[in-house]
């Protein structure tokens, strides 16, 4: 059996994104989100190690946010691939959490591993 990596619990998230790479741009849907990361279902493939640029697209009632962030290609699967987070900006790790801590059913586990990533006790202890 392999033995897990991941550092962060992954949630079930689904959005529309945009991968940009240098010379392609393509759709997909998110399945899953952690604070360094996210699952893309698509039919295309990239090579590991390739950079690109995520848009991840919410759509509101009357509105549409795009969270763009860059990120390296960690895995390619039938399914889709797998994308680990160059850098995010706060507000970007902030709507991450958000979304990872409403769409999960262990919270404080999620709040855990991200005080622990930014190296802070949680709730100041």
Do not use: W
Not at 39 to 59: A, C, G, H, Q
Not at 67 to 79: G, I, S
């Amino acid at each position: 059996m392999p033995v897990e990596k991941r550092r962060f619990e992954r949630v079930g998230f689904h959005a529309d994104v945009i991968i940009k790479q240098e010379r392609l741009t393509f759709n997909g849907v998110a399945e899953n989100i952690s604070l360094k990361g996210l699952f893309v279902r698509t039919s295309k493939s990239l090579p590991v190690d390739e950079p690109v640029e995520i848009s991840i697209l919410f759509y509101g009632s009357t509105t549409q946010l795009c969270l763009c962030v860059p990120a390296t290609v960690a895995r390619v699967t039938e399914e889709g691939i797998g994308f680990k987070f160059d850098k995010i900006d706060l507000s970007s790790v902030l709507l991450a959490k958000n979304t990872a801590v409403f769409g999960v059913s262990h919270p404080d586990q999620v709040l855990s591993e991200f005080y622990a990533f930014l190296g802070q006790p949680v709730n100041g202890q």
